[in-house]
Structure formats: C-alpha cells, structure tokens
C-alpha cells in the first residue's frame, strides 16, 4: 500500500486547523454551510463550458432542481446523470460544480447535476426516487437538451454513487430508462455490517461517528439497512446492470465495501473497471484545488470511461 499523499495530508491538516466541531455534533443547516465553505477553500477553479442551464424537474410530491452542463460541439450529445455526495445530508448543485464542468470537457457529453432531496428532512427512500425519477425525466426529454437518449449514465461520489448504483438497479427492474455505464466513486453499498477499512480508517476525513450519524440521519428505521435500494451489495442478482467505473481510494472508511461491490458485478457477469487511488482519502474529487494531480486523474479516468461506453 502507498503512503498517503503529501497533498491528501496537507488537505487534512487544513480541515484540522478550521474544524472545531465535528460533523456529527452540528446541526444539518451548519454541516450544509461547512461543506460549501470547504469546497470553496480547497475546490478546483471552475472550468469554462459551453452552456450552463437549471431546470425544474418534477417529482413525487414536488419538484427539484437540474443544473445542465453543455459541451462545445454540435451535438447530439450523450448524457452523465450525476448525484453529489455529502452522506445524503449535505451538497448540493455548487458543491460539485467545478468536477462537473471538468468531465463535461473532457467526456465531451452533456452532464446533468441532480439536486435530490436531503435528509433528515427527507428520510429514505426520498432521495433514491428522485434520482431515479430525474434520471427518467432526462431520457424522455433528452432531446430539448441536445441529448441522445440512447447514450444515458448515471453517476456519483460517495453517498451519490450509493445512489447511482441504486438507480441503476431500480432502471433495470423497471425497465425504464435504459442505461449505457455507471460511474460509482467510493461509494457506500452495504448498510447491514461493519467493514475492516471503517476501523482502519477511520478519520481520515471520514469518520465511524459521522457515517452513523448520516445513517440515522437518512434511515427511516433499523430495517432499512437490508433494503437492497440502499445496500445494493445484498441484491440477489446483479446480473444485466450497466458497465460500471468503480473507483475506491486507499485512505477511505468506505473502501472495502467499494471494492466488494465491483466484485459482485464482476461474479454477476457484468464488465467493471475497477480503479483504487492507494494513496488519497474520501471525497478527492471535490479538492482538486489541494489534491490537484489525483482530482485531474480522476476526472481523465471517467472521461476516458465515458467515451469508451457511449462509443460502445
């Protein structure tokens, strides 16, 4: 295993020096504020892109909102569905918009940031129909957008790649919409038992306090944790999903169950590129401003993953 990175290290000791209450001790409204705070400190500049659009997307109950990201070019373009992260509590459109705009470039595909609904105000499965609906909503009207709703992805960090994976699940029950890749970045798949790498690192960014303080944030009860639309690892059958990315970091709590997970699409028959960043933490996509080199990684990694499946 590599040695943490000196730039991950250097991003922790930041989060020390501005950090005087832990996450799971703050109201959800603080953790909120923190975590835009945080990302405007140690985020990459934002990139140029074509265009820039938010919509209205209707859902059960309500309505939430889609940033759309435009490449240059002419188009038709394929479509990434993506879901931040932030333990279903926390983020929102602006969290995540520096990586967007810099895979909507690189992928050359039009990317399509979801602002589901957060807990505890919204309990499971709120978030999860969003997404999925959202996601509808796009192959049916991918062509005001310039979209080709036959080249449709879904993705997501963290607690957005649980949710990617879930969506990907609920589609092929459903049938609708039909889905060309899945990019799942360190993302949470198993809610029923404990992991090594939550014991062994813990609190490297993450910590075992602030993931059951997420869990009791998000779960409606105790049962919800063998719920298969939020621990997709216990799905009986994982067969006939989409290709997948799954990208695990070395230095994560959630590590381990990342990597179980794209085991389980392999043994299901499904192609998985599997990718492990040894030596970076959770949630590296987001501070690129600190973790320069692993965040242009990373974005060149799901570009190139995109371009492969939408050529596919």
Not at 194 to 199: A, K, L, N, R, V
Request: charged residues 25%; proline residues 7%; hydrophobic residues 40%.
């Amino acid at each position: 295993m590599l040695p943490l990175s000196p730039q991950a290290r250097k991003f922790l000791d930041f989060l020390d020096s501005i950090r005087e209450t832990p996450v799971y001790l703050q109201t959800p409204e603080k953790n909120r504020l923190g975590k835009r705070y945080l990302v405007e400190k140690a985020g990459a500049p934002p990139q140029p892109v074509a265009g820039v659009k938010e919509q209205g997307v209707p859902v059960e109950d309500g309505e939430i909102s889609v940033r759309i990201y435009s490449p240059y070019g002419t188009g038709p373009f394929p479509v990434l569905v993506f879901f931040h992260g932030g333990g279903w509590v926390m983020g929102d459109l602006d969290v995540v918009d520096s990586p967007l705009r810099s895979i909507t470039n690189a992928a050359e595909c039009l990317v399509i940031s979801v602002a589901y609904r957060l807990a505890p105000e919204h309990k499971f499965p709120v978030a999860l129909n969003d997404c999925y609906q959202a996601t509808r909503w796009v192959a049916e009207n991918a062509h005001t957008f310039n979209g080709d709703r036959q080249k449709i992805a879904v993705g997501g960090e963290s607690a957005g790649g649980n949710l990617a994976a879930c969506t990907s699940l609920i589609a092929r029950e459903r049938g609708l919409p039909l889905l060309s890749y899945q990019v799942l970045l360190y993302p949470a798949t198993d809610f029923s038992r404990d992991y090594p790498s939550q014991e062994k690192f813990n609190g490297y960014f993450l910590t075992r306090e602030d993931m059951e303080y997420f869990e009791s944030s998000y779960l409606a009860g105790e049962g919800d944790k063998r719920n298969i639309y939020l621990s997709p690892m216990l799905a009986d059958d994982l067969a006939d999903l989409p290709p997948a990315l799954v990208v695990t970091a070395g230095y994560d709590p959630l590590h381990d169950e990342g990597k179980a997970y794209a085991e389980r699409l392999v043994d299901a028959g499904v192609k998985v590129d599997y990718h492990c960043f040894e030596d970076m933490i959770h949630a590296f996509l987001l501070f690129g401003g600190m973790m320069k080199e692993a965040n242009q990684a990373l974005v060149e990694l799901i570009a190139r993953s995109l371009r492969k499946a939408f050529a596919g």
